[in-house]
């Protein structure tokens, strides 16, 4: 039972070691995705998925576009006829109407920040969470080594 433990816990160790590891390199893959995401497959045919994402993620998070609301000027839905005349998504309008994207006014569209700053900064607050519960899983395995140890220690063997 030990060893068992002993193992979950080194396996969970290493796991956490490689997730701050790779954090950065998950950041940057996830910015350049992304922005490629919004600006390639938007209201693509095939893709109404990747829409409903994207505008389910512009409205949860109150924001526009993957680093501002200028990104979707490069988007094949936008330069497309299909877009209306919009300059961004309806998705991005502060109160969404019908044909709200053809202003681009701050009063009207979310300016401040794009989509992966408001990202990243919800992921940041969860991993706290995530990290304390780990610690406190990590020390009630701690506890029930250190208790099998004891355990061990206390077993006298018995003669036949």
Same mark, same amino acid.
């Given at each position: 039972?030990?060893? *068992?433990? *002993?193992?979950?816990?080194?396996?969970?160790?290493?796991?956490?070691?490689?997730?701050?590891?790779? =954090? #950065?390199?998950?950041?940057?893959?996830?910015?350049? !995705?992304?922005?490629?995401?919004?600006? #390639?497959?938007?209201?693509?045919?095939?893709?109404?998925?990747?829409?409903?994402?994207? %505008?389910?993620? #512009?409205?949860? @998070?109150?924001?526009?576009? $993957? !680093?501002?609301?200028? %990104?979707? /000027? %490069?988007?094949?839905?936008?330069?497309?006829?299909?877009?209306?005349?919009?300059?961004?998504?309806?998705?991005?309008?502060?109160?969404?109407?019908? &044909?709200?994207?053809?202003? %681009? &006014?701050?009063?009207?569209?979310?300016?401040? $920040?794009?989509?992966?700053?408001?990202?990243? !900064?919800?992921? #940041?607050? &969860?991993?706290?969470?995530?990290? /304390?519960?780990?610690?406190?899983?990590?020390?009630?395995?701690?506890?029930?080594?250190? @208790?099998?140890?004891?355990? =061990?220690?206390?077993?006298?063997?018995?003669? =036949?």
């Amino acid at each position: 039972y030990f060893i *068992l433990l *002993l193992c979950i816990f080194l396996l969970e160790i290493i796991a956490g070691i490689l997730a701050y590891i790779y =954090y #950065q390199q998950l950041s940057m893959e996830l910015k350049q !995705n992304l922005k490629n995401t919004m600006t #390639q497959k938007y209201r693509k045919e095939g893709e109404e998925s990747v829409t409903s994402a994207v %505008d389910k993620l #512009q409205q949860e @998070f109150k924001c526009c576009g $993957s !680093n501002n609301y200028t %990104d979707w /000027a %490069d988007s094949l839905w936008i330069k497309s006829s299909a877009a209306s005349g919009r300059k961004v998504p309806d998705s991005c309008c502060k109160t969404i109407t019908d &044909h709200c994207g053809r202003r %681009d &006014h701050p009063s009207n569209i979310y300016k401040e $920040s794009g989509c992966i700053t408001k990202l990243e !900064n919800f992921i #940041q607050e &969860h991993l706290k969470i995530i990290g /304390a519960v780990g610690i406190s899983i990590a020390c009630v395995q701690i506890f029930g080594m250190i @208790f099998t140890c004891c355990l =061990y220690k206390s077993l006298k063997p018995e003669p =036949y």
